[in-house]
């Protein structure tokens, strides 16, 4: 595992502290396979946003050579073309750290080839069926063309999150079983490919967004954040000003 962020380690603290349960800790899986589009973003805003409310935070960003920590509070998957893909499959399958984390009631947050690998099955680089890892009820396939372009969405209201926004670029369509709920109802783009975009159960929450999805819809990172942490306070207005003007600026390109 590579530290990363400069804040993840308590200031002074010369030893190394392998187990401090006071802070957040952020795992951001395989960015050497799955990691499109500043899907990075993901991560930083989770940071973001911790920190500003005082909540220590400890990165960890782990290679598909490397172990899958057990211990981590949110864990986040990126987007990836075909290949990439089925690799960090069969790595997250043969690892098992991802689905027993998910098991014990870990944050996880997965967007496109990571929200599809997070399924029973996906479709390869020919189309041919690649086995997931069951964390969530969904299957997907490959569509007839790939889904690309700007996203708008109305989330489940039952989140409490404001409409969505993003960047989706896939081929992938994702039909949702009996124990996954729809994120979201598609008003612009493709998503899943019936109308509806993304899934979640419990604390794992899939979607086809990018953009990078967190930057820009800081109320979906601030679930992932209560969901890991409990009750957040609100941010100052000058620390959400900028994000809410690349909302703005987004939704108002798609309603022109
Ligand atoms: N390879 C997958 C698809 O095309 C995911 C693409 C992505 O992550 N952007 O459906």
Redesign the pocket.
Known sequence: MTQTGPGGSPAGSGSAAPDRPSALRLVWIYPDLLS?YGDRGNLIMLERRARLRGIAVESVQVNSDQAVPAQGDIYLLG????LP?VLAARRLRADGGLAAAAARGAVVFAV??GY?VLGSVFGGAEGEPVDGLEILDISSGRGDR?GVGEVVADVDPGLGVDRLTGFE????VTRLGPSARPLARVVHGVGNGDGTEGAYAGRVLGTYLHGPALVRNPSLADLLLTWATGPLAALAEDEESWTRRLRAERLAAMSA
Not at 169 to 172: F, K, L, Y
């Open positions: 499109t987007g990836g073309e075909d893909q496109c080839a599809q790939r670029n896939h081929q992938g």
